[in-house]
């Protein structure tokens, strides 16, 4: 009998609650001493490496519950891996700083939209207006742009998990499909109550490796200004640029995105370097010959280069080949929306496991939705006084419609696949269908269009696998979301009081090429979404789809779409961690299972380092935190 008819027939057995005191524990561990190393991180590298670095909490609590003679619970354990990520959930307030980065840039100031500055049009709820470098976040002036962020923080939640307890019943209960990473997210709740002792030692080894590269590579720089190895890469360009105009070549330094190349697989680590070499290496020299990279210039740097050729040429390109990408496989299979449909009318009954204690009624779920969908359509019309009655209607689409249909098209494919296709850019391209006004401010408005409820479905699936009641997921997730926030803003803030942004300690080597696609998207979005790009990428994805669906090619055009907005030198660091784990997989016979714990000491080594630096450098600098 599988598991799922265990879960389902075996009435003896017993969910528990997984948030317990070592729980909670770890949420406020992660918020306080790991936040600032991720933070620092994003800040260094422009990538968000939660996945990597939240390892440091999970193994480090269940190692010493091991050696405390009490291991966690595979409930526990299960909480842990979930909410850590969570408690680690900083981007919001990262993005308060992005936002007035982003206003008060030198393009926004020089776009013009009918003679007006654009900086000038941009809402003070999207950001305050210009008023000198930022050193902390406790200042009046972000009271409204944080309170709106979190505010639609919230509306996204409920509209998240409303649609994460409905698919996961429709798909889990109704129309079984494996999820495949539910399966693996179980066997590492198990597996890290440390019952191997081999593994504590993979672990040791892994994290003392990477403190003392982190020592190396961040510890020097922060705390004594002195740079060993370059962060976030070595640039090569002065030595190519006469060979190569145009081009960008480097190796990226960072350790997390040389241990992404342990798990992710080899097929989708070449596509990505394959179209980031096609893109960045060989057609920017022909583009420049060309004369379709106008603001290139000997002497750029690879970040300026690269930034550069996206701006110049090819956003609209990336943008269309990154959506046909995504729809492709989900108009496939059209048929999943007539069927979802109607198994609907299943859960209407609130009939679920009776050992979970049921189901709730559709009728309270379709209220969480509504809140969080209707309710940021209504947030938008408060905010946008004299919004337009078109673009509400629009809104509401978007909101309720779009997000409903995303979700159950990427939870099904997630369910056969483990592959989640998101589609981007949804929200810009309707406006842009809609005629919506240049500059109006419309465009920046935090709209509710749910993307991540079919991650809640493979979540709330491991939760039944561990047997950890999904009320006490939800609990622990709000808490920790609540959590890291408060300790977002005052890391945030620390770390601003030591630098600006950008700066030579945190270079956030890709805001530029973000500021200046939101300018492009506001400015002149038909750059963007140009409908003869958009029908060529379709054709061109279609072509490649083909191919990979009849032939035994292991091609994956996401990953080649994904390439082709991917740096050199991070698909190259990326594809040498593939090739160093190959060479590991040889050596270690447990390596699917060995590979996990090695990323886990690298992300625990590097993150103790960080935090570490980062202290000494507050107080070396005598620099008061703010409260």
Known sequence: MSENNILESNTEIQYKSGLT????????????????????????????????????????????????????????????????????????????????????????????????????????????????????????????????????????????????IVFNYLYTKVEVLPFPTAEVEAERAKSLTWEDKRKLQIFSVSAIISSLLGIILYAFPLVLGITIIPLPWFDFNPAIEGILPGASLGIATDIIAFSTGFILPMNVVVCILVASIFINIIMNPILVNMGYLPRWEKGMTLLDTFNTSQLDFWLGWTVGFLISASLIPVARNPKIFVRTIKDLRKLSQGKGDEVEGGTPRLSILLGFFLLGTVGSVIVASLIIPDIGFQMLVI?????????????????????????????????????????????????????????????????????????????????????????????????????????QVPSVIFPVPFWPLEAG???????????????????????????????????????????????????????????????FARVLKRRMVNWDSDRAIIIAGLGAGLGIIISLATFISLISNTISLPF
């Open 21 to 164: 005191w070592r729980v909670g524990l770890a949420i406020v561990y992660s918020a306080l001493i790991i936040q600032p190393a991720a933070i620092y991180l994003y800040f260094v590298t422009n990538q968000w490496f939660i996945g990597a670095v939240l390892n440091t909490t999970i193994v480090l609590f269940a190692v010493l519950a091991k050696m405390a003679d009490n291991p966690l619970t595979k409930q526990e354990v299960f909480l842990l891996i979930n909410v850590t990520s969570t408690a680690l959930g900083m981007e919001m307030i990262v993005a308060v700083v992005f936002n007035y980065y982003v206003k008060s840039h030198p393009i926004t100031n020089s776009t013009l939209i009918n003679g007006v500055p654009l900086s000038t049009l941009i809402p003070d709820w999207f950001a305050p207006d210009y008023f000198g470098p930022v050193t902390t976040l406790f200042n009046p002036v972000f009271i409204l742009p944080l309170g709106l962020l979190i505010l639609n923080a919230l509306l996204g939640k409920a509209t998240d998990i409303s649609l994460g």
């Open 395 to 499: 809104m509401l689409v978007l909101a309720v419609g779009w997000s409903f249909i995303s979700s159950l098209a990427m939870a099904y494919a997630f369910g056969i696949t483990a592959n989640l296709p998101l589609i981007p850019y949804v929200k810009e391209s309707a406006f842009v269908a809609a005629g919506a006004p240049l500059g109006n401010e419309v465009w920046f408005v935090p709209l509710v269009i749910s993307q991540g409820g079919a991650g809640w479905v493979a979540t709330f699936k491991t939760a039944d696998l561990t047997y950890t009641r999904k009320s006490s997921l939800i609990k622990a997730h709000l808490i920790a979301s609540f959590v890291a926030w408060g300790a977002g803003i005052f890391w945030v803030s620390a770390l601003l009081s030591l630098a």
């Open 517 to 579: 696609k939101i300018v492009t998207f506001v400015s002149n979005p038909t750059v963007v979404i140009n409908p003869i790009i958009m029908a060529i990428t379709l054709i061109v994805s279609l072509l490649l789809y083909g191919i990979q669906w009849t032939t035994s090619l292991p091609i994956s055009v996401i990953s080649l779409a994904v390439g082709t907005t991917t740096a050199v030198p991070y698909a190259f660091t990326t594809f040498l961690g593939a090739l």
